[in-house]
């Protein structure tokens, strides 16, 4: 079986593509190493790896080159991942939000449509083409706010908004995945993803929350910096899935494409692994022994109170669930965040 993996060096590219070849399976890697982080996760599956896999430095707007590899590839799957991610570079820069995500993606399917119509494309969505969910009803607490009507979480059947460039470039996208199995017959699979974290995960400011939280924390432990800032009154909630988990829902969805083709999925780590920045913050003291810090700025726009998806199409579908408990999945993330921060 060959995987071509867009976005190959980033965050899931690089523990997909790790456990597909430490499973001896053919692996193509096409990313243009623009994110942080993704050179150095390129050289560190070089070294655990060796030679026997392919790296093609390019990007999926040139048209001409996207087509040259499906076309002489032919590759049983395509995990399409390769994305602009950051909410906050959609708002200064739409059009090249939308060029990526948008266009990006509609060149990855045009390539499988003419070249390749066996293949299965997996794309990586986001829970952001549901929007704000202002509709909903919430109910706060002491530590966070919670859905009053959907206590197993949300499923596929919410209404799309996508309510910023972001959201509507990757709502283009999604759109487009679905399309193409409904009208020419692709294979295609659409994951709304939730927040995901874990090893690999170079996070920043405006990606990756639980990394870059997991960072405060070790600066605070390090150093003498007074404290940070979040958006928003931190009780807002989120369901949290480790990158092995994730692994598995590309892999386990192949296995069932039979079921799974032409379908979207919300996935994330469900309510047992919901979380909100108050009750994070918690979790890292216990874990470090020093303050969390903070003081707070207005909500980011757009930003839902509470999002925690409800999986159980996927574990219907082919079998999927979380493994990896929130609080063993942190403790992890805190460690390779300071393996990070020393220098490692």
Known sequence: MTWLITGGCGFIGSNLADTLLTQGEQVILFDNLSRFGSSDNLEWLRKKHGKNWEFIQSDIRDTDEINKVIRESSPTVIAHLAGQVAMTTSLQNPRLDFEINGLGTLNVLEAVRLYSMDTIVLYSSTNKVYGSLDELRYREMELRYELTDHPNGLNESLQLDGQSPYGCSKLTGDQYVRDYSRMFGLRTVVFRHSSMYGGRQFATYDQG????????????????????????????????????????????????????????????????????????????????????????????????????????????????????????????????????????
């Open 209 to 344: 929350w639980i990394g870059w939280f997991c960072q405060k924390a070790i600066e605070m432990e390090y150093s003498d910096k007074p404290s940070f800032t979040i958006s928003g009154d931190g009780k807002q909630v989120r369901d949290v899935l480790h990158a092995r988990d994730l692994v598995q829902v590309y892999m386990q969805a192949v296995e069932h494409i039979n079921n799974a083709s032409g379908q979207i999925y919300n996935i994330g780590g469900g309510m047992e692994n919901s979380l909100s920045l108050l009750e994070l913050f918690g979790m890292l003291e216990t874990f470090t022994g020093f303050s969390m810090r903070f003081e707070t700025l207005k909500w980011r726009h757009g930003d839902q109170k509470v999002f925690v998806a409800d999986v159980s199409k996927a574990t219907h579908d082919f079998g999927w669930k979380p493994s990896i408990t929130k609080k063993d999945g942190i403790r992890e993330m805190l460690a390779w965040s300071r393996e990070i921060y020393n220098g490692n």
